[in-house]
C-alpha cells in the first residue's frame, strides 16, 4: 500500500481542510510541516514546489487540495476494530474482505468498495 505524506505549514488554512479531509476519509499519512521541518521544506525545494498543501502518494506529488485526485491515487483506508480499537490499514477496490485483527486476533469483515 502507498504511503501518504501531507507537506503542510502552520498558517496554512487549506492544509487544516486537507488534513481534515484525509482524517474523515480514514486515510493514514504522516505530515512534515514545512514551517518548523528545514529537511521537508528543502525536499519541496529540490522539486520546484512552492506551495502547501503537497501530497505525497507513493511516488507522486499533489500540489493543493485535489480532493478527487487524491482519492485516485491513495489505495488504502483504516478500518477499527470493533473489539479492541486497533486501528489497521485495509487495501481499497477489493470488494468485501475477511480481516484479522493484529491485537485481539478478532476477525470481521470489511467492505473495501469506494
Known amino acids: 500500500m502507498k504511503n501518504v505524506i501531507i507537506f503542510t505549514s502552520q498558517t496554512?488554512?487549506?492544509?487544516k481542510i486537507a488534513k481534515n479531509f484525509l482524517f474523515q476519509n480514514k486515510i493514514?499519512?504522516?505530515q512534515k510541516d514545512i514551517s518548523v521541518d528545514a529537511k521537508a521544506r528543502a525536499e519541496l525545494n529540490r522539486?520546484?514546489?512552492s506551495g502547501v498543501p503537497t501530497f505525497l502518494i507513493g511516488t507522486e506529488y499533489v500540489t493543493g487540495f485535489n480532493p478527487s485526485k487524491i482519492l485516485k491515487l491513495i489505495d488504502h483506508r483504516v478500518v477499527e476494530?470493533?473489539?479492541c480499537?486497533?486501528?489497521m490499514r485495509v487495501p481499497t477496490n477489493k470488494g468485501i474482505l475477511k480481516i484479522k485483527c493484529t491485537h485481539c486476533v478478532h476477525e470481521f469483515?470489511?467492505?473495501t468498495q469506494i
Open 81 to 83: 476494530c470493533k473489539k
Open 12 to 15: 496554512c488554512p487549506s492544509c
Open 109 to 111: 469483515n470489511v467492505d
Open 28 to 30: 493514514q499519512f504522516e
Open 85 to 87: 480499537s486497533t486501528k
Open 47 to 49: 522539486r520546484s514546489i
